[in-house]
């Protein structure tokens, strides 16, 4: 006799795991590349988490960089030695992959079979560093370059030196990091390979904050020199002008030779925080509810607001009209919007011209169709996912060493992403019913799947 409850219970399990909209990866440590001085801050090994392609997409490649700030001067690389952001050591075993990073058609339909990696951020400077000397006092290692280049042979040795179709990607200071080594990825390629970038909140703006001063300017020249970064920034740009200054995608763009795309909110969250309306430039806490809610902003707040997309589009007419450099410029208050399933492709994602940016970058990248647009002013889109900050969330308070918005980051121990409390209880229940009935729910799993 068949216990019909347990098999219901089964299903419903089967279907909770095909709801689940991302998948869990373990972490691969590049131990040889410590020998080479390839290392994250604390002089640990670098790291990545790789999902093996498979079917048509075996021999593509989607690398994916994790963001997460920078560090500008010793003490605040210091603070970031003993976390995940600068040791490995720190690092989940595991992570979420949702969104461009997701193994199912039905959430990411273009480049779900493709290998997909997510390279771990512990350097500090967009992987731009390289410094041989280590103080013996803080043992710092400022190698960021280092580790490109080791976790770049590391996979060119497990497959990626045969790639037919491959993408640089990178959220944040990754989508940076996609933008300052576009064409050093496309070197290391065959020559017959597709290989294009793709930047996800990644054009950072130099303009003036607040109180008219250029802080992110003063910033980003610090963080250079601290890990010295000059010699691997582009000599296109090194040979115009000051190293801090090439580290601002405005003033380099225009001299990348590889098709890339650029996905960026206009009202990006990140730099409404620390570039518009840094701590340093608001002392007196005006801007604090405003850059927790948009909703929250006064019309004279607006309008600052509406001054700082002016200047973002400013910056984005580099670009020309060539249909090689696309572009996705939402009107969102948002930060990173490739890695998260909600904003990347579902049925209530931020739309463009009816476009998802899942759509679009795939149209792009396959050449099928160029793209190249931008919102109307806020709040004229609907479709936005706007960024609402819990009221202890001040990343502004310490722009060097908070972290971004990433996948990476959610807890690797949830089976489920999403769940409701019920939906955590009902997961305890089909863990105990997995037990006694894993080949049935796998058999199911199977049927699904192909009718999926």
């Excluded at 079979?113 to 500090?124: E, I, L, T």
């Excluded at 109180?211 to 000059?230: D, R, W, Y």
């Excluded at 949830?414 to 105990?432: D, T």
């Amino acid at each position: 006799m068949i216990d019909c409850t347990k098999w219901l219970c089964l299903l419903f399990c089967v279907l909770l795991l095909l709801k689940a909209e991302a998948s869990y990866v373990p972490i691969t440590f590049v131990q040889n590349a410590v020998t080479k001085g390839a290392v994250c801050l604390d002089g640990s090994a670098p790291a990545y988490h790789l999902d093996r392609g498979f079917g048509e997409g075996i021999n593509n490649w989607l690398v994916q960089f994790e963001g997460g700030g920078w560090c500008n001067n010793v003490t605040t690389c210091l603070g970031r030695k003993n976390g995940r952001l600068g040791s490995s050591k720190k690092m989940a075993k595991q992570i979420a992959f949702s969104g461009i990073l997701n193994n199912r058609r039905i959430f990411n339909p273009d480049f779900y079979n493709w290998n997909r990696v997510k390279v771990r951020y512990c350097d500090g400077s967009s992987f731009t560093g390289d410094k041989e000397e280590v103080n013996p006092t803080t043992q710092l290692h400022f190698r960021g370059a280092r580790v490109f280049a080791a976790v770049m042979q590391d996979l060119l040795t497990k497959g990626m030196k045969n790639a037919r179709n491959a993408i640089i990607s990178g959220c944040s200071a990754g989508g940076l990091t996609s933008i300052l080594h576009c064409d050093r990825f496309r070197a290391l390629l065959p020559a017959g390979a597709k290989a294009k970038c793709l930047s996800d909140a990644g054009y950072f703006i130099n303009t003036r904050d607040v109180s008219g001063t250029q802080h992110i300017e003063q910033f980003f020249s610090q963080i250079v020199a601290t890990h010295g970064s000059a010699k691997n920034l582009p000599p296109s740009c090194t040979s115009r002008l000051s190293p801090g200054l090439c580290f601002f995608p405005q003033y380099l763009v225009s001299q990348i030779k590889t098709p890339i795309f650029f996905v960026n909110a206009a009202y990006d969250s990140w730099q409404i925080k620390n570039i518009l309306a840094p701590g340093v430039a608001d002392p007196e806490g005006h801007w604090h509810s405003c850059k927790l809610d948009i909703n929250n902003c006064s019309p004279d707040q607006l309008e600052l607001m509406q001054g700082f997309r002016t200047q973002f589009l400013r910056a984005l007419t580099v670009l020309g009209n060539s249909p090689s450099k696309g572009m996705f410029i939402d009107s969102c208050y948002a930060h990173c919007q490739t890695e998260m399933q909600e904003t990347w492709f579902r049925t209530d994602s931020p739309l463009l011209n009816k476009t998802t940016i899942a759509k679009a970058v795939a149209d792009w990248f396959f050449e099928r169709k160029s793209f190249r647009q931008i919102d109307c002013a806020y709040p004229c889109n609907p479709s936005c996912h706007n960024r609402v900050f819990e009221p202890q969330d001040q990343p502004e308070k310490n722009v060097t060493t908070k972290g971004t918005s990433d996948a990476s980051s959610r807890n690797p121990n949830s089976w489920f992403p999403k769940l409701s409390n019920k939906g955590k209880w009902m997961e305890l229940l089909c863990i105990k019913q997995w037990i006694s009935g894993l080949l049935p729910t796998l058999f199911i799993l199977a049927i699904f799947q192909k009718l999926l």
